[in-house]
């Protein structure tokens, strides 16, 4: 019912008809800009240059932290009335080389989720339940992009409660053996300036009112990413004349930095095997086999008939 999270989806155009890729918003492009630089005084002060942290794409955390684990949870009710709506609970693992490789599962209550190994050359895809099918990614950025997706929830969810949100410097403390910057996450008394949605798919988001806010981030002194992320808060919204209430809740942390563990592909017999598909010549005459007579097959350039394949 709700576009809660609005990922990238690769692949897709409304190039030739409909309306212009730069009016579809993150439907067809990015919403992950590549993050150069994480003001840390700003993001102890101010709601914008903290979000721009929180959510930055797993690409820019790789290349700044090198090998890591994500670890991450999020609960989301919609009631209207005193009827839930709708209700999700999910978990993130990801396991990063430093390099390029990952395992990474996202699953969630509902019993469907997304599981996915890159070995460095080919990415193995499956959902909650099944086999892996192992291919090569099919663009240069596909492998870095499941990856960003998959992390970017904590991130997505501290986003809608941007109209409500106030940060406060925590202090200068220490996470894991890192150095870290906590900042404060409450309900702002007063409601900060937020740009107006202009995307239909969007729009509802334009009805926000943040009710409760509580959480803490916590950045790295060096790198400047968010290696722990925690809150929880509550919206109420319309959609089509209905009123909702939605209540959040998510945590995400990073730990295990520097690790050593290899990424490997799955073992043999959890990857599917897919046959290559035969030549359309073939196929039909298999299927009118006794039906009709086989067709045959165009000459060469060199003048003689070629063979089936």
Known sequence: MLPLVAFAWSGC????????DSELGNLVISPYAKVHKVDMDKATTEAGALLTAVLAPHEWIGESLGAHVVRGSSSVEVREGREVREQLDDSLFIDFDGED????????????????????????????????????PQTETEAVDIRTEMAAGAGEYLALLAKGLEVSDGGAKTRGGRAIQEIRLQ??????????????????????????????????????????ITF?????????????????????????????R????????????????????????TLLKNIAPPARQAPTPGGSQGALQ
Not at 103 to 108: E, F, P, S
Not at 232 to 260: C, N, P, W, Y
Request: hydrophobic fraction near 35%.
């Open 13 to 20: 155009s409304s190039e030739g008809e409909g309306r212009p």
């Open 101 to 136: 490789r990952y395992v990474a599962t996202l699953d969630n209550s509902n019993e469907y989720g997304r599981h996915a190994i890159f070995d460095g050359s080919k990415l193995y895809l499956r959902p909650r339940f099944g086999l892996y099918n192992g291919r090569a």
């Open 187 to 228: 309900l702002a008394p007063t409601p900060p300036a937020t740009t107006a949605e202009t995307l239909g798919h969007r729009l509802w988001r334009n009805s926000i009112e943040v009710k409760t806010l509580s959480g803490q981030v916590d950045l790295d002194a060096e790198t400047r990413v968010p290696l722990f």
């Open 232 to 260: 929880e808060g509550s919206i109420v919204f319309t959609r089509e004349a209905r009123s909702f209430q939605m209540f959040v809740k998510a945590e995400r942390s990073l730990d295990e930095i520097g690790h050593t």
């Open 262 to 285: 290899a990424v490997q592909a799955p073992p043999p017999d959890e990857v599917l095997t897919i046959g290559i598909r035969k030549r359309e010549l073939y196929e039909r005459n």
